[in-house]
Nanobody, 115 residues
Framework: QVQLVESGGGLVQAGGSLGLSCAAS????????MGWYRQAPGKQRELVAT???????NYADSVKGRFTISRDNAKNTVYLQMVSLKPEDTAVYYC?????????WGQGTQITVSS
Protein backbone atom coordinates (compact mmCIF):
# COMPACT_ATOMS: atom_id res chain seq x y z
CA GLN A 1 0.00 0.00 0.00
CA VAL A 2 1.54 3.26 -1.18
CA GLN A 3 0.89 6.53 0.62
CA LEU A 4 1.60 10.04 -0.65
CA VAL A 5 2.67 12.85 1.67
CA GLU A 6 2.59 16.43 0.41
CA SER A 7 4.42 19.49 1.68
CA GLY A 8 4.96 23.11 0.67
CA GLY A 9 1.56 24.77 0.75
CA GLY A 10 1.03 28.28 1.97
CA LEU A 11 0.15 31.90 1.27
CA VAL A 12 1.86 33.92 -1.45
CA GLN A 13 1.25 37.24 -3.19
CA ALA A 14 0.25 37.41 -6.84
CA GLY A 15 3.32 37.19 -9.03
CA GLY A 16 5.19 35.17 -6.45
CA SER A 17 6.61 31.67 -6.54
CA LEU A 18 6.07 28.52 -4.54
CA GLY A 19 7.16 24.89 -4.68
CA LEU A 20 5.33 21.72 -3.72
CA SER A 21 6.68 18.25 -3.12
CA CYS A 22 5.02 14.86 -2.75
CA ALA A 23 6.83 11.75 -1.55
CA ALA A 24 5.61 8.20 -2.00
CA SER A 25 6.09 5.92 0.99
CA UNK A 26 7.45 3.06 -1.09
CA UNK A 27 9.34 2.49 -4.32
CA UNK A 28 7.26 2.46 -7.48
CA UNK A 29 8.11 -0.06 -10.19
CA UNK A 30 7.06 -0.20 -13.80
CA UNK A 31 5.17 2.34 -15.81
CA UNK A 32 3.50 4.97 -13.67
CA UNK A 33 2.28 8.54 -13.75
CA MET A 34 2.54 11.08 -10.97
CA GLY A 35 0.83 14.41 -11.07
CA TRP A 36 -0.89 17.32 -9.44
CA TYR A 37 -4.56 18.21 -9.38
CA ARG A 38 -6.27 21.13 -7.73
CA GLN A 39 -9.71 22.01 -6.46
CA ALA A 40 -10.83 25.59 -5.93
CA PRO A 41 -13.82 26.52 -3.75
CA GLY A 42 -17.05 25.61 -5.52
CA LYS A 43 -15.20 24.03 -8.43
CA GLN A 44 -14.48 20.51 -9.65
CA ARG A 45 -11.05 18.98 -9.22
CA GLU A 46 -8.93 19.62 -12.30
CA LEU A 47 -5.64 18.36 -13.66
CA VAL A 48 -2.64 20.66 -13.28
CA ALA A 49 0.25 18.58 -14.57
CA THR A 50 1.41 14.98 -14.93
CA UNK A 51 4.73 13.26 -15.48
CA UNK A 52 5.59 9.65 -16.27
CA UNK A 53 8.45 7.65 -14.79
CA UNK A 54 10.20 8.26 -18.11
CA UNK A 55 9.89 12.04 -17.80
CA UNK A 56 7.11 12.79 -20.27
CA UNK A 57 5.00 15.67 -18.95
CA ASN A 58 1.70 17.35 -19.71
CA TYR A 59 0.20 20.58 -18.42
CA ALA A 60 -3.15 22.24 -18.24
CA ASP A 61 -3.36 25.22 -20.57
CA SER A 62 -3.96 27.52 -17.61
CA VAL A 63 -0.56 26.74 -16.06
CA LYS A 64 1.61 25.98 -19.07
CA GLY A 65 4.66 28.22 -19.07
CA ARG A 66 4.28 29.07 -15.38
CA PHE A 67 4.39 25.70 -13.61
CA THR A 68 7.04 23.00 -13.95
CA ILE A 69 6.56 19.41 -12.87
CA SER A 70 9.54 17.17 -12.17
CA ARG A 71 10.34 13.97 -10.31
CA ASP A 72 13.18 12.16 -8.63
CA ASN A 73 12.59 8.46 -9.12
CA ALA A 74 15.31 7.49 -6.65
CA LYS A 75 13.43 9.39 -3.94
CA ASN A 76 9.96 8.47 -5.21
CA THR A 77 9.12 12.16 -5.13
CA VAL A 78 7.30 14.49 -7.50
CA TYR A 79 7.64 18.27 -7.43
CA LEU A 80 5.70 21.24 -8.72
CA GLN A 81 7.47 24.57 -9.12
CA MET A 82 5.03 27.45 -9.54
CA VAL A 83 5.97 30.94 -10.68
CA SER A 84 3.96 34.03 -11.65
CA LEU A 85 1.15 32.87 -9.42
CA LYS A 86 -2.31 34.34 -9.91
CA PRO A 87 -5.28 34.59 -7.54
CA GLU A 88 -7.11 32.05 -9.70
CA ASP A 89 -4.41 29.51 -8.78
CA THR A 90 -5.84 29.48 -5.25
CA ALA A 91 -6.95 25.93 -4.49
CA VAL A 92 -6.21 22.78 -2.57
CA TYR A 93 -3.51 20.94 -4.48
CA TYR A 94 -3.49 17.14 -4.49
CA CYS A 95 -0.65 14.84 -5.43
CA UNK A 96 -1.64 11.83 -7.52
CA UNK A 97 -0.12 8.49 -8.49
CA UNK A 98 -1.47 6.04 -11.07
CA UNK A 99 0.19 2.65 -11.38
CA UNK A 100 -1.19 -0.71 -12.52
CA UNK A 101 -4.62 0.83 -12.90
CA UNK A 102 -4.70 2.04 -9.30
CA UNK A 103 -5.00 5.65 -8.19
CA UNK A 104 -3.60 7.06 -4.96
CA TRP A 105 -4.10 10.61 -3.67
CA GLY A 106 -2.13 12.77 -1.29
CA GLN A 107 -3.81 14.54 1.60
CA GLY A 108 -3.99 17.90 -0.16
CA THR A 109 -2.26 21.17 0.62
CA GLN A 110 -3.74 24.67 0.51
CA ILE A 111 -2.28 27.27 -1.85
CA THR A 112 -3.64 30.79 -1.43
CA VAL A 113 -2.58 33.57 -3.80
CA SER A 114 -3.50 37.05 -2.63
CA SER A 115 -3.96 40.08 -4.86
Amino acid sequence: QVQLVESGGGLVQAGGSLGLSCAASRSIFGFNVMGWYRQAPGKQRELVATITNGGSSNYADSVKGRFTISRDNAKNTVYLQMVSLKPEDTAVYYCNLVVLGRTTWGQGTQITVSS
